[in-house]
């Protein structure tokens, strides 16, 4: 999968109480017709944690079928606090056809970086599609640290991170970390998707 170009979170609208899908559908294609890149439907700003699992997986049925035949890809949200959920919104979106997927660090939960390391290796064991993982502490209230990202990289379905830690010296020490331990993957840097997924 191409990560280049403009990406747009989705948000997830709701009419009497459930979600809207007419107005999901011409949200995504109103993506389409302007030349987005990737959708992402149901990361977090798509409200992923406050959906029941039905819902979830709804909008990422919903996003693929809007962009089949197009040039605009989805990048599904399938992170969950509970590995078990997660790998289980991971196989549907790999099923449903989506591109690739996208997972939080499980939030509440303040799991340690071995913790993190092994709910993101089991989401990975578990599917073939490309995974994002996504750091955000200010959601999560744990920051992944370089040394588990670097980890992280060395599975094979783990292509990229979306940072959202706000620490610009934080891309410096992850090209660094990477360049030394994956001399073989090119990291791409983004506003806050630093991406390693083409090889030298």
Not at 115 to 132: E, M, V
Not at 152 to 178: H, M, P
Request: proline share 4%; hydrophobic share 40%.
């Amino acid at each position: 999968m191409n990560y280049n170009g403009s990406m747009t979170a989705l948000i997830t609208p709701f009419k009497n109480g459930k979600i809207d899908g007419q107005s999901y559908a011409k949200l995504i294609q109103r993506q389409i017709n302007n030349g987005i890149n990737t959708v992402v439907p149901v990361g977090t700003t798509g409200e992923s944690a406050t959906l029941n699992h039905n819902e979830h997986k709804e909008c990422i049925e919903i996003a693929v079928a809007i962009c089949k035949g197009t040039k605009t890809t989805v990048l599904a949200g399938a992170g969950s606090n509970a590995t078990h959920e997660a790998i289980d919104l991971a196989k549907f979106a790999q099923e449903a056809g989506a591109d690739s997927i996208l997972c939080v660090a499980p939030y509440y939960n303040k799991p340690t970086q071995e913790g993190l390391y092994q709910h993101f290796k089991a989401i990975n064991d578990n599917c073939s599609i490309p995974i994002i993982i996504y750091n955000i502490p200010p959601r999560s209230v744990v920051d992944m640290s370089v040394d588990t990202m670097a980890r992280l990289f060395e599975l094979k379905n783990i292509v990229g991170v979306k940072d959202a830690t706000g620490v610009l010296d934080r891309v410096s020490q992850q090209k660094k970390k990477w360049e030394l331990t994956l001399s073989n993957l090119l990291v791409r840097m983004g506003m806050c998707l630093n991406l390693t997924n083409e090889v030298v």
